[in-house]
RNA sequence: GGUCGUUUAGCUCAGUUGGGAGAGCAUCGCCCUUACAAGGCGAGGGUCGCUGGUUCAAGCCCAGCAACGACCA
């Protein structure tokens, strides 16, 4: 082996023979349980984030796990095609390279253009994904508008709309002014932040007054500009003030439109002047008020946002209609929305009609692509009707048939779904699967698979002119149907009925109702059993928290603190990564700053850790589905740790190979330590396997360090030396025996979590344990064997480990040079004493460096020496000439006085008369053991205090 | 405002049915001992956010408060 561990030089070529040998797909054998986990499809556009990294470590943990114990597997790779996110890519290409726009192309080329650049450049995320080492069946790579995913597609909109499940409606959505198109809800952002709220004063028609007398209202609101617009004024029909003037009219300034007041609960009495204006075609609550009391709704704006040439007025079905003339002043037409809301105050102002402007904190919608302000427009769009599919949804869940990990995100879930609103599922783009509807001149519309279909159906004849839907489904409409839609479906297919139901999903809290939600949806009306129960997309969601970066802040790009997990694994220099994070910006101008803080945070750049190690630091860090912190130093301590793993396994090697390890059926004497580890193996498996069937990826991970270095490194590999050095050779035969055997399981254990390190060193390690295997990972997971742990073994070696750690701890302590060879005296040893120092002289001299080891007999003067004491034995080391007196005494000073503190307690706790009554036995028990030990001890060290004191 | 979560060593985090406060990193001291200085050996370090309650016993259970965070409104 080399001679210092280097991920570059193995785990490259090492995926790459795995992928070739066919090692990441099922291996078919259909009697064998199925395993199946769906990865979250990364966008097309997308590359490796930390988010990524993670949980696909937690994917490739899970599946390596499963596959090594025999199951027939499959992570089914694949990705999503991001509509907006892919259309924005690609023009913006053609706007640089080419000054174009996408109606320069026309929407045919356009898309041609767009599948060019995913067939060159999309998808550069699933060759990043290749280097952590993820064991996806790659040849069966999906994308969501391959031709299969797109007649799946059509195929559940079709259904869904012959359901009735699917209409179309005139409806205010959520409009993105600049990508113009509709989103749904969860596409909007809201942001709170410090905004104004104006008072304007609205004089009443007809001489109407209020309960004071005044001759007007006055409305608050945050968006004065939308009064253009407005169609009413509602009160609270229980406010003393102003219930009276329920049914009296407004003469609305500015465009001098008579407008209703109305009484409606909308309007909070407690909250700013108790009178809202009402604005059913720009606002969500307004447009509810307006549907109520049968307000008519006018549009002002266009879909830039702009302030309409003409107004669109329409009732409340979103019929056309002139209850209210279009026009609207002159001044305002073509303004942007923010410019007319300057104006319309001023104007306000102007007439004296501004009563004041206060500071009022509130929440703006973005759009979480274009990053403008969403406008609420009234629109004609598709819905998903989606409280019918929610109710199966949630039965899956609250039945335990699907399980959350953590319990706690059932809460989010079931909140969002018994509240779910219907889901708007048209976009106003070109990339994505165009919606299979036509209309004919007259305006109907018609739903089928194909234009043909459609005129079949309907018996509508070629003079029938025809025109189709352009636009385009959400694209998570698709991705709500990705784990049946892989697997074949709508063909009843073999994977469907070897894969589906999937095992687990794992994914970010943050997009349970973007997705989850959804595939929970879709997949339980279309997927159904045999006996016609619907089957669930997965049992599992598994929920990890967010990564945030080391000072607990969000990574994102314009922050500049994104943390690019090849960076990690390879390596970058500070220049290198000052270019990378300032480069290709939204926002130029901060890229000093980003500058600054990159230099201050990695003033020498970033060092190469190789793949397991940050594979191993993100399994340690998934603990209950929490956001963390990351942390670079816990990625160098994983890195050392695979160090280490190389290092000791380099020791094996050099003691085994070419040795007689025990292949050949010649007899075999185990030691004491031998023995100990085997059983300290056996806990570490179990552990390490209820761990992971639990996804305790991080006690799966504490378990393997904890065994691997404080154990195995530590302790056996230093136990093994004298019996290497100066054994029999049947002691030889069986501490090589067991030291290749432990560490070949050992890597097994280990092998899911980090796959390299452990392929590479196998594959010199399991000859030499008589296996013939290609690789590690169909090599079966290491099972525990209750019948290894041989409790003996056990306490006798934990007692080996406490006598040299007493003589290290006065080494230490006394300043006294590991290399110096001591000799130590033994008083009052009982049998068992007796017996462990006969039987373990050769590991007791070799690890505490021992020239001599000599029982004194119980009335037998001691020199003066320092002590430890081991249960009733007490270890001695003469002082002459070795021994500080003064460091002696604050040696046992500290010893007694914690010993003291412990005594008092105890005995505190035995003296309380309640205790006594009522705790159980064996914790009583317990305590006096603890009581009886303690004095003793406190005994001794005094002893020992007077003793040099008196020197 | 509602829901959920978090608060444990300097930092990042574990702590399973209530029964002697843990890990890694960092710190201090001593060591180039033939697997490993990305190391070895030893040591120090915590009022478990605060207050109260239940209990023989609370980091853990209950109530209230505070701070921070997420989601929803």
Redesign the pocket.
């Known amino acids: 082996m080399e001679?210092?561990?280097?991920p570059q030089s193995i785990e490259q070529a090492l995926y790459q023979h795995w992928e070739a040998q066919g090692y990441f797909k099922p291996h078919g054998d259909t009697s064998k349980e199925s395993f199946t986990i769906m990865i979250p499809p990364p966008n097309v556009t997308g590359s490796l984030h930390m988010g990524h990294a993670f949980q696909q470590t937690i994917m490739d943990t899970l599946i390596r796990y499963q596959r090594m114990q025999g199951k027939n597997t499959l992570w089914q790779v694949g990705t999503d095609h991001a509509g907006i996110a892919t259309q924005m890519v690609v023009e913006r290409k053609i706007a640089a390279e080419e000054n174009k726009t996408k109606h320069d192309y026309g929407r045919e080329k356009f898309i041609e253009k767009v599948w060019q650049w995913k067939n060159h450049s999309g998808g550069s995320i699933t060759k990043q994904m290749r280097r952590l080492g993820d064991s996806l069946d790659w040849e069966r790579e999906r994308f969501t508008m391959d031709e299969g995913f797109s007649d799946a597609v059509q195929e559940v909109f079709v259904r869904l709309y012959e359901e009735g499940l699917i209409y179309r409606g005139k409806r205010l959505v959520n409009w993105d002014p600049k990508l113009h198109t509709a989103i749904s809800?969860?596409e909007v952002?809201?942001k709170?932040q410090q905004g104004k709220m104006w008072h304007l004063r609205y004089p009443l028609a007809d001489g109407a007054q209020t309960a004071e007398g005044k001759d007007y209202l006055v409305v608050a609101t945050t968006r004065p500009e939308t009064m253009l617009g407005d169609t009413g004024v509602a009160v609270n029909p229980a406010d003393p003030r102003y219930n009276g003037l329920i049914g009296k009219e407004i003469l609305l300034p500015i465009v001098n439109r008579r407008i209703p007041i109305v009484g409606d609960e909308h309007a909070d009495m407690e909250k700013g002047t108790g009178c809202v204006k009402i604005t059913p075609a720009h606002d969500f609550n307004d447009y509810e008020v307006g549907k109520r009391h049968q307000l008519p709704m006018i549009n002002i704006l266009t879909l830039n946002a702009d302030i309409r040439e003409q107004a669109e007025v329409f009732t409340t079905q979103g019929e056309p209609s002139d209850a209210y003339d279009n026009v609207l002043p002159e001044k305002y037409r073509g303004m942007e929305r923010f410019a007319a809301r300057d104006a319309i105050v001023a104007d306000f102002e102007a007439a004296g009609l501004l009563v004041k402007i206060e500071d009022h904190p509130n929440?703006v919608p973005y759009g979480d692509r274009g990053g403008v302000i969403i406008e609420p427009m009234l629109t004609d769009q598709w819905y998903v009707r989606t409280k019918p599919l929610a109710e199966e949804a949630i039965r899956a869940v609250e039945d335990g048939e699907i399980k959350f990990v953590p319990q706690?995100?059932e809460?989010?879930y079931f909140?969002?779904m018994r509240?779910i609103?219907d889901w708007c599922i048209s976009r106003q783009l070109w990339w994505g699967h165009q919606i299979p509807a036509w209309y004919d001149e007259a305006g109907q519309v018609y739903v089928g698979r194909s234009e043909q279909e459609v005129r079949q159906k309907h018996q509508l004849d070629e003079g029938v002119k025809l025109r189709r839907d352009e636009d385009v489904l959400d694209t998570w409409f698709s991705s709500g149907l990705w784990t049946f839609g892989t697997l074949g479906w709508p063909e009843q297919t073999d994977d469907l009925a070897t894969f589906h139901p999937t095992n687990v999903l794992v994914t970010g809290?943050?997009i349970i109702?973007f997705w989850v939600a959804r595939m929970i949806m879709m997949t339980m009306h279309f997927m159904k059993d045999k006996d016609g129960k619907s089957q669930v997309p997965f049992k599992t969601v598994y929920v990890t928290g967010l990564i945030?970066d080391?000072?607990?802040a969000?990574m994102s790009k314009s922050k500049g603190n994104v943390l690019d997990p090849l960076d990690m694994v390879d390596g970058i220099d500070l220049e290198s990564l000052v270019t990378k994070r300032t480069g290709n910006m939204m926002q130029p101008q901060l890229a000093q700053k980003i500058e600054k803080i990159t230099r201050k945070t990695f003033a020498n750049g970033i060092e190469a850790h190789g793949t397991d190690a940050l594979r191993f630091t993100l399994a340690a860090?998934a603990?209950?589905g929490?956001?963390?912190?990351?942390?670079m130093?816990?990625l160098?301590?994983?890195?050392?740790f695979?160090?280490?793993l190389w290092?000791?396994s380099?020791?094996v090697l050099?003691q085994c190979e070419e040795q007689d390890c025990g292949q050949n059926d010649q007899p075999m004497d185990f030691s004491l330590a031998d023995r100990w580890i085997q059983g300290q193996y056996q806990q570490t498996v179990k552990a390490c396997r209820e761990a992971l069937d639990s996804f305790?990826f991080?006690?799966a991970a504490?378990a393997l360090?904890?065994f691997t270095?404080?154990q195995f490194?530590?302790w056996y590999?230093?136990l093994t030396?004298p019996i290497l050095f100066k054994g029999s050779e049947a002691q030889m035969r069986a501490t090589r025996y067991t030291l290749v055997n432990v560490l070949e399981s050992l890597l097994r254990l280990m092998h899911p979590i980090i796959p390299f390190i452990t392929e590479t060193i196998w594959q010199r390690v399991a000859p030499l344990c008589r296996l013939k295997a290609d690789t590690i990972m169909l090599a079966p997971y290491p099972q525990y064997e209750a019948d290894k742990v041989d409790e003996m073994a056990m306490n006798d070696l934990e007692w080996l480990k406490q006598f040299?750690?007493a003589i290290?701890?006065i080494?230490?302590?006394m300043?006294i040079?590991?290399?110096k060879p001591l000799s130590v005296l033994l008083r009052y040893t009982s049998d068992s004493d007796n017996r462990r120092i006969e039987e373990n002289k050769a590991f007791l001299s070799s690890l505490a460096k021992l020239e001599q080891i000599q029982l004194l007999q119980a009335d037998e003067v001691a020199p003066a020496s320092a002590t430890a004491l081991l249960g009733e034995m007490e270890i001695l080391i003469p002082m002459a000439g070795l021994i500080d007196k003064e460091a002696e005494l604050a040696r046992i000073g500290?010893q007694l006085e914690?010993a003291q503190g412990?005594l008092q307690?105890v005995t505190g706790?035995l003296s309380?008369e309640?205790?006594v009554?009522?705790?159980?036995a064996m914790?009583i028990d317990?305590e006096r053991a603890?009581q009886a030990?303690l004095e003793l001890t406190v005994d001794k060290l005094r002893q020992q205090q007077a003793t040099i004191a008196a020197l």
Not at 3 to 6: E, G, I, L, P, W
Not at 636 to 640: D, K, S
């Open positions: 001679k210092t561990y280097n809800d969860l952002e809201n709170e929440t706690q995100y809460n989010m909140s969002w509240d609103q809290f943050d109702f945030r080391e000072n607990g969000k860090i603990s209950t929490r956001d963390i912190n990351w942390d130093h816990r160098e301590g994983y890195r050392n695979c160090n280490k290092n000791a380099r020791y050099m305790r991080d006690l504490q360090y904890e270095w404080n490194c530590d590999l230093e030396k040299i750690l290290r701890n080494r230490g302590e300043d040079s590991p290399n500290r914690k412990d307690r706790k309380n309640n205790f009554n009522k705790a159980p914790v317990k603890k030990e």
